[in-house]
């Protein structure tokens, strides 16, 4: 990664750090960790929730896309720390309905 993607994912880093009581620091020698990676053709991604040693989250970076915009590595952030998508909450049937006739097929 390039100073200006390291940079944005700092400020990413520093806006958890600012609006909730999550601060995300450099690893040194902790056994569980997330390590912020960039693979071509990998896009983004992360693990949901801390799992026992590496954690990847997936911030791709080429000539075609980019995966390191603050709103991307917050969300993937998020993800890493546990935090789930919406619709994929045990209860969402009770929040909203699937209106299959507007699925094309």
Not at 28 to 42: F, V
Not at 60 to 66: F, G, M, P
Request: glycine share 4%; aromatic share 6%.
């Amino acid at each position: 990664m390039d100073t200006l993607e390291r940079q944005i994912i700092k400020v990413a880093m520093e806006k958890i750090a600012n609006n909730t009581c999550i601060r995300l620091i450099p690893r040194t020698n902790q056994p569980d960790y997330a390590e912020i990676l960039n693979k071509k053709g990998q896009g983004c991604y992360a693990s949901i929730g801390r799992f026992p040693g590496r954690n990847v989250v997936m911030l791709e970076s080429n000539d075609e896309q980019s995966c390191i915009q603050e709103d991307t590595v917050i969300h993937e952030l998020f993800h890493v720390i546990g935090l789930w998508h919406e619709h994929m909450r045990a209860d969402r049937d009770a929040f909203i309905s699937v209106l299959y006739d507007n699925i094309e097929p």
